[in-house]
């Protein structure tokens, strides 16, 4: 079963997508599995102190990208590949990389600036 001891809601981005991103970054992480059962709906909501609509949204989203195999009345599972993870994690990477160009765009750092300071961090 996956755990969401250690999920921590943040202000200002909506739930369901909190969600979704901590599962997306377990599968990258390699906590969450092919075959990993989620907590049912009911169960997560209560645990998390919000809505079941808001958890049944985040489960949806995460049918519809093909990453959860769900039957009425059963348990929901992670449904993974290889393909699937690598997806995933040129995704995460991706939206995260533009987050860090912007936020540099807008302190005024020039591209080369920015390659320095990435490197010192590299490091």
Known sequence: MISFEPFVMEDGTPIYLQILLYIKRGVIAGSIRNGDELPSRRVLSAL??????????????????????????????????????????????????RSIVSAMKQMGLSREDAVKLIETYWE
């Open 48 to 97: 998390l102190g919000v809505n079941p609509n808001t958890v049944q949204k985040a489960y949806r989203l995460l049918e519809e990208e093909g990453l959860v195999q769900s039957h009425t009345g059963a348990k929901s599972v992670m449904l993974l590949t290889d393909e699937t993870v690598a997806r995933i994690r040129t995704e995460l990477l991706a939206n995260d990389a």
